[in-house]
């Protein structure tokens, strides 16, 4: 049997530091149990109905150029589908304040409304009034939708501490079918009933569903001991800032195909209907991504398998230039969605090793989200200036794959000094 190697130590000493974390509560703690798996349907459904939805986004990057905001470049366009995106991280920040402190129904009330209102006011917006579709869109949904995603991930981990992972990535699997419901739903309704009822029957598709999870997501009541997190030591804390800056720069390029790669194919004429199956193959593949990603970081440590992701994702971003054909389009779809997808599941988790305790386990990962959602808010802009309105691909899939690898180059370096600056690393 082969011995463990550092990095799996890693990651088990942080699984272990996390599951034995103290918190103190009234009354015995039921792994799981009929409230915990009750809570872990409730925030799939959320997660399904909100995040979901903000992956499908391609989809409406490929109509707004075409069809409905056709007096604006791919760019501006693009800066709806980043700042949405942007805001699901950044108010991560004051999500993850409220629910500390106990409010979990509010924060979760309040962002269900203003991401279902936000949707609903999206489907009077009127064609070429780029405004109207930018403050529904790209600030009012994403506002809801980051009020939603931290307390209904959260959540998840205060009803389980053996199975937290197994809880955890079937809460998550819900942005993924999501993701790959909502565009199949708007490419066939689209072309029939018009934009207005095709954003109303999705804005009611994501109210049952929300409805349903806030009423099934149970609160916790906890009390953490332990003093607060030297906040001011996280930004002198060498690895832990190379690893955020490393990730932004990942994030420059990360969600290009996401965007951009029904547009592609459409342009290039990938057969029209699988062209319109493009980003639901792309979140698809990604649940496969989160599973094995899983295991296999399991087996091999997390910073071994996500610095792997890092450099595969950069180069199926290249690949998407030899997209010509239905079978290169399957391919490349699957393969990024799948490289992609675990990319994203082990971030949080990479985050958290970086914690010199489990107290700063939160507070690392909310300030290293809220570094990203800067550089998630610029990608798509910046991608769609590069593509100009000449669609020059060559130019924005360069710079989207450079920097996944720029990533990766830091990534590997800080790699190299984690294991002897982290106590946490220690086996």
Do not use: C
């Not at 070429?128 to 991930?153: C, K, N, R, W």
């Not at 009933?193 to 929300?210: K, P, Q």
């Not at 507070?363 to 020059?392: E, H, K, W």
């Amino acid at each position: 049997m082969s011995s463990p190697t550092p990095d799996s130590r890693l990651s088990s000493q942080t699984n272990h530091a996390t599951s034995v974390e103290n918190i103190k509560t009234g009354e015995h703690v039921v792994d799981g149990g009929l409230n915990g798996w009750m809570t872990v349907i409730g925030s799939w459904l959320v997660l399904f109905s909100t995040l979901g939805y903000a992956y499908s986004f391609g989809v409406y990057q490929d109509y707004y150029t075409r069809v409905f905001l056709t007096s604006q470049s791919p760019s501006s366009i693009a800066w709806m589908g980043s700042a949405q995106l942007a805001l699901s991280f950044a108010m991560g920040l004051v999500a993850g304040k409220l629910f500390d402190a106990g409010h979990l129904r509010l924060t979760m009330t309040l962002g269900s409304f203003i991401f279902l209102f936000s949707l609903f006011m999206l489907s009077l917006a009127k064609p070429d009034h780029y405004y109207e579709v930018f403050l529904s869109q790209g600030l009012g949904m994403g506002i809801g939708i980051g009020l939603l995603f931290t307390p209904a991930s959260a959540i998840v981990g205060h009803h389980f501490k053996r199975r937290r992972s197994l809880a955890y990535g079937t809460a998550m699997s819900g942005s993924s079918i999501g993701a790959v419901v909502f565009p199949i739903t708007l490419n066939h309704l689209l072309p029939r009933v018009g934009f207005a009822d095709s954003v109303r029957i999705t804005a009611y598709i994501s109210l049952g569903s929300l409805v349903l999870g806030n009423v099934l997501i149970r609160p916790v009541r906890i009390q953490r001991s332990g003093a607060r997190p030297d906040i001011k030591g996280f930004f002198t804390d060498l690895p832990y800032m190379a690893f955020v800056v490393g990730t932004a720069f990942a994030a420059l390029g990360l969600f290009f195909p996401v965007v951009y790669i029904q547009l592609y194919s459409v342009q290039h004429s990938v057969g029209k209907n699988l062209a319109f199956y493009s980003v639901a193959i792309v979140n698809g593949s990604g649940v496969l991504g989160r599973i094995v990603a899983n295991h296999l970081a399991d087996m091999y440590g997390v910073w071994n398998i996500h610095l792997a992701m890092t450099f595969v994702t950069g180069a199926m971003i290249w690949a998407v230039l030899g997209v010509s054909d239905s079978a290169s389009l399957i391919v490349v779809g699957l393969l990024y969605g799948i490289s992609s997808g675990a990319w994203l599941s082990l971030l949080m988790v990479a985050l958290s090793t970086l914690a010199n305790s489990p107290q700063e386990i939160g507070a690392r990962m909310g300030i290293g989200l809220a570094f990203i959602s800067v550089a998630v808010l610029g990608s798509a802009p910046i991608q769609g200036a590069l593509l100009s309105s000449d669609f020059n691909w060559l130019h924005a899939v360069a710079f989207s794959g450079s920097m996944m690898f720029v990533a990766a180059g830091i990534h590997l370096v800080m790699r190299l000094r984690i294991l002897s600056d982290k106590p946490m690393a220690l086996a």
